[in-house]
């Protein structure tokens, strides 16, 4: 079984930034796909960036150019840097794995997801 713990969440002040991290352990092989999710209160859960095995990346429109993720596979780790953080980017952030390493913007894309850490910008 493979299991995901998120760490790095808390309450910080419009402008600020906070640095998440995930980590993976479990039965994984080589080549998966890691993804961060959120969810804010009242709305549907939202892919916000996903990272492949070789260090490809996307990132939803809201958080290009403030949010970056990167990855170690060595400490099976993801990580989730946000900058510049607003009110709106107050949720439920989540990492999901997905061992066939494709991905993507679903969240029922991902075999494997944590069980989330609290976001949360005062404006």
């Known amino acids: 079984q493979v299991r995901l713990v998120e760490s790095g969440g808390g309450l910080v002040q419009a402008g600020g930034s906070l640095r998440l991290s995930c980590a993976a352990s479990g039965r994984i092989f080589s080549g998966y796909g890691m993804g961060w999710f959120r969810q804010a209160p009242g709305k549907e859960r939202e892919s916000v960036t996903f990272i492949s095995w070789s260090g490809e990346t996307y990132y939803a429109d809201s958080v290009k150019g403030r949010f970056t993720v990167s990855r170690d596979n060595a400490k099976r780790s993801v990580y989730l840097q946000m900058n510049s953080l607003k009110p709106e980017d107050t949720a439920v952030y989540y990492c999901?794995?997905?061992?066939?390493?494709?991905?993507?913007?679903?969240?029922?894309?991902?075999?494997?997801r944590g069980q989330g850490t609290q976001v949360t910008v005062s404006s």
């Open positions: 999901a794995l997905d061992p066939l390493g494709r991905g993507g913007v679903s969240w029922y894309g991902y075999e494997y």
